[in-house]
């Protein structure tokens, strides 16, 4: 079983930033794929970045430029660094972790950010 835990939401004013932890724990595996995802009131949730164990990285159009991913996989820890938001970032925030053998998606509780003056 794996657990994964979602850290560093709050509220910021617009243009602020926030980084955002993503911790997994227990039977993590080397090879992985983890997702950060959003989902505002009334919204679907929607994948805002991803990253490999490898490194590799994609993004959503609408945070392109403003927010990176990351990893340090000596500390089974994924990052969201969010840059320059605005009020249509406010969100509860997720993570989630796919890995072998059987590609089992392990999800977090999710974190609240709130852009506001």
């Known amino acids: 079983q794996v657990e994964v835990v979602e850290s560093g939401g709050g509220l910021v004013q617009p243009g602020g930033s926030l980084r955002l932890s993503c911790v997994a724990s227990g039977s993590v595996a080397s090879s992985y794929v983890t997702g950060w995802y959003r989902q505002a009131p009334g919204k679907q949730r929607e994948e805002v970045a991803q990253i490999t164990s490898g490194g590799m990285m994609k993004y959503a159009d609408s945070v392109t430029g403003r927010f990176t991913v990351s990893r340090d996989n000596a500390k089974n820890t994924v990052y969201l660094q969010m840059n320059n938001l605005t009020p249509e970032d406010t969100a509860v925030y997720y993570c989630?972790?796919?890995?072998?053998?059987?590609?089992?998606?392990?999800w977090g509780q999710g974190t609240q950010v709130t852009v506001s003056s």
């Open positions: 989630n972790r796919r890995q072998p053998p059987f590609d089992t998606v392990y």
